[in-house]
């Protein structure tokens, strides 16, 4: 069962480019997350998702960033007019709808790290 | 608002050092409590958990107790390898049905021969 896929594993924008980031979840797995690693701190939230539903963006910038996770394809992240601050890693887990359960694991993508130059 | 504080890095331990990375926490109510590893080009992998207090996580020899009255959930293992070279991230969760993981900054450990 292969693991959670990210692409490109590395991507170099100019500013006021737009980035586009991959995920597909593990087989079987409809709940999708992404986290950001700015440098020098740790993963934050950004965004929860389902298949075609957006259960909680509270953690994405209010512009220029936007999420989906189509009926069929992957997750995309997609950053609009990137800047330096967006340099960052983003990284991609997914978890399977277990019912009843207190704590869905979730299992991480190796990441996409975006430089904007 | 939660959040997690772990020891500056990068670590470096000849192998079979003892090896303990701390992990403090603040959370409003009682958080499951994790640590993931990240090896070199993987993702974060769950390396062990712990969801109540005076719970111990343990997995491949590493060891974490939830400590409540410290709010503390140090990572210890007996005796590292040079396989356990890799950034070891501290997290929390709060409640059932939660989904968001507050992590630490990451620990950088390089375990040389």
């Known amino acids: 069962n292969a693991g959670v896929m990210q692409n490109p594993r590395h991507l170099v924008r100019r500013r006021g480019q737009e980035a586009r980031l991959r995920c597909s979840p593990m087989?079987?797995?409809?709940?999708v997350y992404w986290y950001r690693q700015l440098p020098e701190e740790g993963l934050k939230f950004m965004v929860y998702?389902?298949?075609?539903?957006?259960?909680?963006e509270s953690g994405m910038p209010k512009e220029r960033f936007s999420a989906e996770f189509p009926k069929e394809g992957p997750s995309i992240l997609r950053i609009q007019q990137v800047v330096r601050g967006d340099s960052a890693a983003y990284f991609c887990?997914?978890?399977?709808?277990?019912?009843?359960?207190?704590?869905?694991?979730?299992?991480f993508g190796p990441g996409t790290r975006l430089t904007v130059l | 608002g939660d959040s997690v504080t772990q020891m500056e890095g990068p670590v470096t331990l000849s192998e079979e050092a003892f090896l303990t990375i701390n992990c403090t926490y603040t959370?409003?109510?009682?958080?499951?409590l994790f640590w993931y590893v990240q090896y070199p080009g993987e993702g974060l992998q769950l390396l062990l958990k712990?969801?109540?207090?005076?719970d111990k996580g343990s997995n491949k020899g590493f060891e974490a107790t939830y400590r409540k009255e410290t709010t503390s959930f140090h990572l210890e293992k007996g005796s590292v390898q040079v396989s356990d070279s890799a950034v070891y991230f501290c997290?929390?969760?709060?409640?059932?049905?939660?989904?968001?993981?507050?992590f630490g900054k990451g620990t950088k450990l390089s375990v040389i021969p």
């Open positions: 712990a969801t109540k207090a005076d």
């Open positions: 998702l389902q298949k075609e539903n957006i259960i909680d």
């Open positions: 959370a409003t109510g009682y958080p499951s």
């Open positions: 087989k079987g797995h409809s709940h």
């Open positions: 997290a929390l969760m709060m409640g059932a049905g939660s989904y968001q993981l507050t």
């Open positions: 887990a997914s978890s399977p709808k277990l019912a009843g359960s207190s704590y869905n694991e979730q299992f």
